[in-house]
């Protein structure tokens, strides 16, 4: 296939590879001189995409990594590196935000960039880090040394197919590869049709050894779908962020696009027609021009047509950073799910959404929300006399033995998993529940309700209507409506 029509949408136009290096430069520069005017041991590096060549048009994020020697005071290095990004920031008259991984980093919007300045450890290959960021330079170092002119352009095609088919990004919202991981596939496979051709057959717990370290059968990887070993640590799995979903999503994905260019029913441009689709945005055209209102009317009626109950349950979160947010989001929405099932009714689907900002909405899709007043409450099997004796002497004359077992016909607390939520989740009960310790205030609170998504949605202007955000109501409300489309209409994003 000829790629290079789709290749003029993605590489950076020369003006931005221009701009992107003079400031990468110019922020390199004043840490280097400020380290050296104040007699601090350390040294700025370009590290991730800008660095290696690899970076989408309008990606050009750039990240700076102030590496320190490896017996320097973590208290140290977390001060003089916070200060030295101040300092940067204010000289070229940025617009700085702190944020805080393993330990503090600045963001800084610098000439129109998003220019991240983190302070780290210069480990050498093989060395033990010290701080979570510490092999990132030696993974610059490694891409720098290993892939080919020509295979940018073959890197650029993966990260935006992957981008497109919703199976790129390592943080935890996403699941997906990481773009180092995109980079060591195609040093691996060569090109990007190839890694396709390749991953169309990849199984459960591939394993890729580069430098063929021997170290695959670590058994910290067993459960890892994807094995890529770290050519910079033997320790390391590439892959270790790589959920299950978004492995098998890429499989698929890449079998769908080969079917498409394999397809000789098709001539060349109709091939090349649906081939670019792959590197596109997904349009839905069901939901294409329409309001709001219009996309809620047709969700409402999607759910409908299922025959299920959907419970929405939306609470406030504490300001915290994403890649803290959504793992303590999972755990809840996962855990209050299992008591559900618990209790007798049955959960078909669930899912989260949040703008990370201000709010978060669980959805909770049940095959079975409604049960009889009575239930059947099983004791000790008939058999043991001492232990029926004991199950007598609380319960009184109201057992009765049903097979092996005795048993006793009581009274359900909870006759539907609407109620069940609303006695459970407060608290004097949410102990029951594995809650993410940064949101169990915010989800005992009087604003935490759950109400049946139809309720929810014709209500859906003031539910979005709130304060100060990056995004306007309108646009958050159509943000959560598309997810509930993804919701309704898993595997969109894999098929064109």
């Known amino acids: 296939m000829n790629y290079e029509s789709i290749l003029k949408q993605l590489r950076p136009t020369s003006e931005e590879i221009d701009a992107v290096n003079g400031t990468t430069e110019k922020v390199i520069n004043f840490i280097n001189e400020l380290c050296e005017k104040e007699g601090i041991d350390a040294k700025a590096n370009a ?41 940067t920031n204010e000289a070229l008259d940025g617009n700085p935000s702190e944020h805080y991984a393993s330990h503090p980093y600045l963001t800084c919007d610098i000439d129109g960039f998003e220019v991240d300045i983190v302070p780290c450890y210069a480990i050498g290959e093989g060395q033990s880090i010290i701080s979570a960021v510490d092999r990132t330079i030696l993974h610059t170092k490694y891409i720098q040394r290993h892939l080919r002119k020509e295979q940018e352009d073959e890197v650029l095609l993966l990260k935006k197919f992957m981008d ?29 049709e190839a890694t396709l051709r390749t991953a169309q057959n990849w199984k459960r717990h591939t394993v890729i050894d580069l430098e063929d370290f ?35 999503d890429f499989i698929v994905a890449s079998r769908n696009f080969l079917g498409i260019a394999d397809d000789n029913d098709l001539n060349e441009e109709e091939k090349q027609e649906k081939i670019i689709e ?5 349009e839905k055209e069901h939901l294409f021009g329409k309001s709001n209102e219009e996309i809620a009317n047709y969700i409402m009626e999607s759910f409908k047509d299922r025959e ?11 300001e915290m950073s994403a890649d803290a947010l959504h793992p303590q989001l999972l755990k809840t929405v996962s855990s209050i799910c299992e008591k559900i099932e618990m209790e007798e009714f049955s959960v078909f689907k669930y899912d989260y959404w949040t703008d990370e900002e201000r709010f978060v909405i669980f959805t909770i899709e049940l095959n079975v929300f409604k049960q009889g007043k009575y ?24 057992l009765y033995p049903l097979d092996e077992f005795m048993v006793l016909t009581r009274e359900r607390e909870f006759k539907t998993a609407k109620e069940f939520l ?20 915010a989800i005992c609170s009087d604003e935490c309700v759950p109400i049946e998504i139809d309720e929810f949605l014709n ?31 898993p595997g969109q994003y894999i098929k064109r």
């Not at 779908?225 to 098998?248: C, H, Q, S």
């Not at 792959?278 to 997904?282: A, N, Q, T, V």
């Open 214 to 248: 021997g170290t695959a059968g670590n058994p910290l990887f067993k459960n890892d779908p994807l094995v890529f070993i770290d050519p910079t640590d033997k320790n390391r799995n590439v892959g270790a962020a790589l959920r299950m979903e978004r492995y098998v």
């Open 422 to 441: 609303e006695k459970t989740l407060d608290d004097n009960h949410i102990h029951i529940f594995k809650i993410g310790k940064n949101i169990k205030e």
């Open 459 to 489: 209500d859906l202007n003031t539910e979005f209507d709130y304060g100060i955000s990056n995004k306007t109501g309108d646009e958050l409300a159509k943000d959560y409506l598309n997810s509930l489309d993804d919701f309704l209409n």
């Open 308 to 318: 299920t109950q959907t419970l929405v349950i939306k609470f406030p979160i504490p």
């Open 164 to 192: 497109a088919v919703g199976t790129y990004g390592s943080e935890f919202k996403t699941g997906g590869f990481a773009g180092y991981l995109c980079e060591l596939l195609i040093l691996k496979y060569g090109t990007f």
């Open 47 to 87: 590290v991730g995409s800008v660095a290696k060549n690899t970076w989408l048009r309008g990606k050009s994020d750039i990240d700076i990594f102030i590496s320190f020697p490896i017996d320097t005071d973590m208290d140290y290095l977390k001060e003089k590196g916070l200060d030295i990004a101040y300092k």
């Open 375 to 398: 239930y059947i409450h099983k004791g000790p099997k008939v058999w043991p006399k001492k232990a029926c004796g004991n199950f007598k002497k609380k319960w009184q004359d109201a």
């Open 278 to 282: 792959f590197f596109k945005p997904l």
